[in-house]
C-alpha cells in the first residue's frame, strides 16, 4: 500500500516531496549512507525479497535487479541519488548512494611524495579539495602543482603552519699567508786612481748602480807630470769598501744575505640566517681615471674600485644537520710596485687572494677550501770574460745574485651555529682601548664574562672569561 502524504497547500506538499527526494523517509527511518566511485558497481544483498526498486536520479546511480534479493547499482555520474527498495513484506529502506571521484591514486601519490605532511584529498561533485597543515608554502605550491594535471578543478585549501625562528648562523674565515724570502749576492768592483799610472775600473756592472751614498774619491797619479788627479763618483759603495790612498786602489764588495718573513693574518667573521646570503668589506677604494669617449671625448671621470678583506657566503642548513654553503673570501692588497702612470695619473695594482667554494660541513666542523705553495728561486751571474775564469783570482771579476721566496697560503671557513642573548642575560659592553695595547695594565671589568648562552665568538684581544683582574703567578691581584 503507498502512502501518499496531505500537505496543507501546494507549497506544504512540494517541500515534502523534496524531502523524499533527498532521502529522508516518511516513517522517520533513517538512510543508510553508501559511497560508490565513479564507474563503478556494488551490489546490495536484500535480507527479503524485493518487489520494486526506485531511484532519484538515473543519471547518477542505476540499478539492475540480479535476483530476488540481489541488487546491482551502478554509478554512471558524479553526485548523489536515493534508491529505495520495497520487500513482500512492505518493509521499505532507504540509500543515500554518493558518487565520488576515485581518489586513492591521488591520495597515494600525496603520501609518497610529502610523507611527513598532513594532506587531505577530498571530492565535491567535479571538483578535488586539498586541506591540511603543511611545514612551508613551497609544500603547498608543489602539491598544488602535482594534482592540477590530473583533475578538472583543483580547489587549495591547505594551511601553512607558522614560520619558526630561522637559524643563525656565523661564518668563521681564516686567512693565513706566510711569505718567506732569502737573499744572496756576491760580487766586486776593483777601482783604481792612478795605479801604475793608470786611472781605471774593473767590474761587472750588476751592483755599480746601487743607492749608496755619493762620495767622491780623488787620488794623485805619479808619473812624469806631477799633480794629476783622477776623480771618481760614487753612488754605491756597496757593503765593504776599502782606499788605499798610497797604492791609488780601491775595492768595493758586496757580500750580503738577507732574510725576510712576512705573516698576513685575517679572520672575518659573518652572521646571517638559513639560506640568505650576506657579504662585507673591510678595506677602503682606489681612484682610477676612466677616458672618456662620444661627445665627451677626451673629458677624464675617476672611478673607485674596492679592496681589502671581503666575504660572501651564502648558507643552508640541510635535513640532515649540516650545512651547505657557497663561500666566497677575498683578500686583496694595494700593489704600489706594478702601478702605471698614465696622463699623470699613478694607477695602482692590486695583489689579490680570491677562492669561490662550495662546501657541506656540520657545524662547529672545519675545513681548508684554499691552499697554495708559491715556491720561486732567481740567479743571475755576471763576470768579465776572460778574467773571470783566472783560478783563484777569477772570483774577484764575477758577481752572483740568488733570490729565493716562499709564498704559503691557506683558507680555512668553519661555520656555526649561534643564538642571540636571552633577555635576562648580561649586556655585551665594549671595553677600552688599553686592554688591546697593553692587557696586563688593563683593570675594568670583563664585557665577556659569564655569557655561556650569548654568541659563540669572542675577541681574541679580550680577558679570558670569568677573571676581572689581570693576576700574576703566585695568585695575588696587580
Known sequence: MNLKPRCASPA????????????????????????????????????????????????TVDYVPVSTREILLHAKGLGTATVVIWAKSGQR??????????????????????????IVVASARESVALTGLVSSQAV????????????????????????????????KVRFVELNRQALQSLGANILSTGLFN?????????????????????????????????????????????????????????????????????????VTSNGKEA?????????????????????????????GIRLTFNPTLTDAGTLKMYVKPEVSTIDINNSITISGFRIPALSTRRIESNVELAPGQSFVIGGLIDD?????????????????????????????????????VTPELTEPLNPSDPRLTLGTPQDVLDPALYTGPNPYANHATGPRT?????????????TGSNGGRK
Open 12 to 59: 506544504a506538499a512540494a517541500a515534502m516531496c523534496a524531502l523524499l527526494a533527498g532521502g529522508i523517509p516518511l516513517s522517520g527511518q533513517a538512510p543508510e549512507e553508501v559511497k560508490v566511485t565513479l564507474g563503478r558497481s556494488i551490489v546490495l544483498d536484500y535480507p527479503e525479497d524485493v518487489t520494486r526498486i526506485s531511484t532519484s536520479n538515473p543519471e
Open 376 to 412: 720561486r728561486t732567481t740567479e743571475s751571474l755576471s763576470k768579465i770574460p776572460g778574467l773571470a775564469n783566472i783560478p783563484v783570482l777569477g772570483v774577484v771579476f764575477r758577481s752572483r745574485e740568488i733570490s729565493k721566496a716562499k709564498t704559503e697560503l691557506l683558507v680555512m
Open 279 to 307: 657579504s662585507f668589506l673591510v678595506g677602503g677604494e682606489f681612484p682610477i681615471p676612466i677616458l672618456q669617449g662620444g661627445s665627451n671625448a677626451g673629458s677624464v671621470t675617476v672611478q673607485f674600485r674596492e679592496f
Open 198 to 270: 793608470t786611472p781605471g775600473r774593473v767590474t761587472t756592472g750588476q751592483f755599480a748602480n746601487g743607492s749608496g751614498n755619493v762620495t767622491d774619491l780623488r787620488g794623485s797619479i805619479p808619473g812624469v807630470i806631477q799633480g794629476t788627479s783622477a776623480e771618481y763618483r760614487l753612488t754605491d759603495l756597496l757593503n765593504i769598501f776599502a782606499f788605499r790612498p798610497d797604492l791609488n786602489l780601491t775595492a768595493m764588495i758586496r757580500a750580503l744575505q738577507s732574510k725576510g718573513l712576512l705573516q698576513i693574518l685575517a679572520e672575518p667573521n659573518l
Open 458 to 470: 669572542r675577541s681574541p684581544q679580550a680577558p679570558p672569561p670569568g677573571n676581572n683582574k689581570k
Open 93 to 118: 529502506t532507504f540509500y543515500n548512494v554518493h558518487v565520488e571521484l576515485n581518489l586513492e591514486p591521488l591520495r597515494k601519490l600525496i603520501r609518497d611524495t610529502f610523507p611527513n605532511e598532513q
Open 140 to 171: 603547498a605550491d608543489r602539491a598544488l602543482a602535482l594534482l592540477s594535471p590530473l583533475t578538472k578543478t583543483l580547489v587549495n585549501n591547505i594551511r601553512v603552519r607558522s614560520a619558526p625562528t630561522e637559524k643563525q648562523i656565523v661564518l
